[in-house]
Each structure stands twice: as C-alpha cells, then as structure tokens.
C-alpha cells in the first residue's frame, strides 16, 4: 500500500539519493511508477516519495536522476478541497479499487517570492494506494487553475 | 507528419477505432472536429499540454532557497484527512 516515507522515520531495502535529504532507505511502498513519463519532464517514471515533515506536501524524487524533484501538494490533505472529479476512465488506468483508493497530488511550481508559489490543479497526479501506479491526468474542468496560486487558493478556501 | 485534405463532413480512422469528423470549417479559419474514441484516449487540445508540460518543467527548478509553503498552508482550518 502506497504510503509517503517520513525522512526521519525511513527504513527499507532501496537506497535512493535524494536532492535535500541525502540517501534514503525506502520500501516499495514508498515509490509510484508512472503509467506514463510527466509531460515535459523526460522519461522517468519512478518516483519515490517522501515528507520531511508530516503534512500536505511531498517530495517527488526520481529513483534514476537525482537532479529531478518535484514538490508536490496534496490538496484534500491540506484542507483546499478543490472540485476535482476524477472519472472512472482515470481510476482504472491507475488500478484504483474506487476513489477511496487513490490519493491526488499536485505539482507545486516553487518561487522564491513564496506569493508565485503556485500548483496545477488542473492536471493532478493520481496515485492508486494498492497499486501504486500513478498518472498525471489533464482535466476536463476549465475552472480549474493550471496556475493556482496558493496564497490566493487559501484565501479562498479560508474564506469558505 | 501525415497530411491529409479534408472537406466538412469527412471523416479520419486512426487505428480502426478513432473517428474524426470534420464538422465545420468557418470563415475564420476555425475547424470544428468531432471525436470518437474509445475512453482510454485521452484527448487535449495541444496548447492545453503544452502549458502543462511547461509547469511541469518550471516545477522541476528548485529555487536556492526553498519558501516557507507551510505557513501559507498553515492557516488553512486542519483537515481531516490530514494525515502524517
């Protein structure tokens, strides 16, 4: 079953060097493979996962290139609760048992100006917990942001 | 690249299962397409894809110093599927 490893907490078979957090000892659970590379990103496809704090956000750390690392959100986690329906079409291409099996995640384009951080919801990566299989899925909902702001999402979401 | 002239009212085949009818052709140059697909294809507009594909490699450049996320996520009211 597909769980984040906590950098403090971590302990398994596969050494993985990571960008911020040194060498890694993981599980499998740790690590999604992608039913398809992230567009733009190249050909990686195996990512393992982790938290250096517990919380909404995750490292997405590619097990072949340690120069590619992602940050990335989980938006229900995190209490935005954005409208983002995931069809079944998408369930199943990531082996998902139902929507109580998958996690969702957004990537988070990080700025130094922490106001231009911002996270895609609009083409969210969708885990399925059993299989941990994951696809970067492009919605059809136009209302969603490719852009979110996360300064201006918790305003709203705050707001209510 | 295969290019192919299409009047409207004409159809593309891709792979025995894909179907692409051109629908309209407008006066401005707009092309209306109807797709039929097996819902295991995904389709996108390209410029759709490309501004994706273009977040995801903004993602991939990791500032020097990485900003505070968790005070902006912070005043967020806790979640109950917040989880460790």
């Not at chain 1, 960008?19 to 050909?43: K, M, R, Y």
């Not at chain 1, 982790?50 to 229900?76: D, I, N």
């Not at chain 1, 941990?132 to 918790?154: F, H, I, M, T």
Request: aromatic content about 4%.
């Amino acid at each position: 079953m597909f769980s984040p490893a906590l950098v403090t907490q971590t302990s398994g078979p596969r050494r993985i060097e990571t960008f911020n957090s040194g060498v890694l000892q993981v599980t499998a659970d740790n690590i999604v493979e992608l039913v398809e590379p992230l567009p733009g990103l190249g050909p990686d496809r195996e990512f393992l996962v982790y938290r250096t704090q517990p919380g909404a956000l995750s490292w997405w750390q590619s097990t072949t290139r340690k120069e590619l690392a992602l940050c990335c959100l989980e938006p229900f986690v995190a209490g935005l609760d954005p409208d983002i329906v995931i069809e079944p079409a998408h369930a199943e291409a990531v082996g998902a048992n139902g929507p109580e099996d998958i996690a969702v995640f957004t990537i988070v384009v990080l700025e130094q100006d922490a106001s231009q951080t911002r996270t895609n919801l609009r083409a969210p990566i969708l885990v399925g917990l059993s299989s941990r299989k994951a696809l970067q899925v492009v919605l059809d909902d136009s209302r969603l942001p490719v852009k979110g702001y996360l300064a201006e999402l918790v305003a709203r979401a705050v707001k209510g | 690249m295969l290019i192919l002239a299409r009047k409207a009212g004409e159809t593309l085949v891709i792979d025995g299962d894909i179907v692409i009818t051109v629908l309209e052709v407008g006066r401005s140059g707009q092309v209306r397409l109807g797709i039929d697909a097996p819902r295991k294809h995904r389709i996108l507009r390209g410029e759709l894809l490309d501004e994706v594909s273009a977040e995801n490699r903004g993602a991939a450049v990791l500032p020097a110093i990485i900003p505070d996320l968790d005070g902006i996520l912070s005043r967020l009211p806790p979640s109950p599927r917040d989880k460790a």
